[in-house]
């Protein structure tokens, strides 16, 4: 049955993207980074524009917003990503999963104002994300080599390509709306402004404790990635030899 699936051409991309760079690096290092000269130097300018943009952006939303507000604000952002979270939650066959996104959905939307609110967490239905970038894993894709994507930052082909297909799997990618390029800009805005003003003690705390910040955001992003893959289960297949 699987032989006869009609896979979309985007996903076939995203397959076909990662065995293109993992082809193309030679020599790879013990760190999975061929192309660590040129990851160094986009590192370095995504630095620089997070010093001088980001990080003062997320510093004036957080003095300027309310904590409460703030809340609402990510509980609002995190309730618009259930569709992909249900799409990959179906994909990567995990019904009970799926269920829970969509009562979280259903809730969140209705008794908490669009979200705004999370009824559900109190209510027992628990929280968690997915993205097409795990679902390629849970596929068996491998990862290929290390990248740092402008603006983006750490990534690799499958999660870059896993990016794409989750633009696809949200809705409001084809919401005939009016302004629809400003509304989708300023969901990001409020995506960046959201995510870094809650790390900007953890991202400070690590500038000053890395002797090589690149290499500890590297690693730490594999590190993070894994566990979203495993789902909190442990690691056996890189147990140590005892």
């Not at 997320?58 to 003095?63: G, H, L, T």
């Not at 082909?157 to 896993?162: E, T």
Request: with cysteine.
């Amino acid at each position: 049955m699987a032989g006869r699936m009609q896979i979309p051409s985007i996903v076939r991309c995203v397959l076909t993207l990662g065995s293109v760079l993992g082809g193309c690096a030679t020599a790879p290092s013990a760190e999975n980074d061929p192309y660590e000269s040129w990851n160094r130097q986009m590192f370095a300018v995504n630095e620089k524009l997070d010093k001088n943009v980001a990080e003062p952006a997320a510093k004036f939303y957080s003095r300027a917003v309310p904590e409460p507000a703030r809340d609402g604000v990510h509980n609002f952002l995190t309730n618009l990503s259930s569709p992909v979270t249900f799409a990959n939650d179906i994909l990567q066959g995990e019904p009970l999963h799926a269920v829970q996104t969509l009562g979280r959905a259903i809730v969140n939307t209705s008794i908490g104002l669009g979200g705004v609110i999370d009824v559900a967490t109190p209510a027992g239905i628990p929280f968690h994300e997915e993205d097409f970038g795990e679902t390629l894993a849970i596929w068996g894709v491998d990862e290929g080599p290390y990248l740092v994507l402008p603006l983006l930052g750490p990534s690799n082909p499958r999660d870059a390509g896993g990016r794409l297909v989750d633009i696809a799997f949200d809705p409001l990618t084809y919401a005939g709306m009016r302004e629809k390029g400003l509304w989708m800009g300023s969901r990001q805005l409020l995506n960046l402004l959201d995510e870094r003003s809650r790390n900007i003690d953890t991202i400070n705390e690590l500038r000053r404790s890395s002797v090589d910040l690149y290499a500890t955001e590297r690693s730490l992003y594999r590190q993070h990635r894994n566990a979203e893959i495993r789902g909190g289960k442990p690691d056996l297949q890189n147990l140590p030899n005892i």
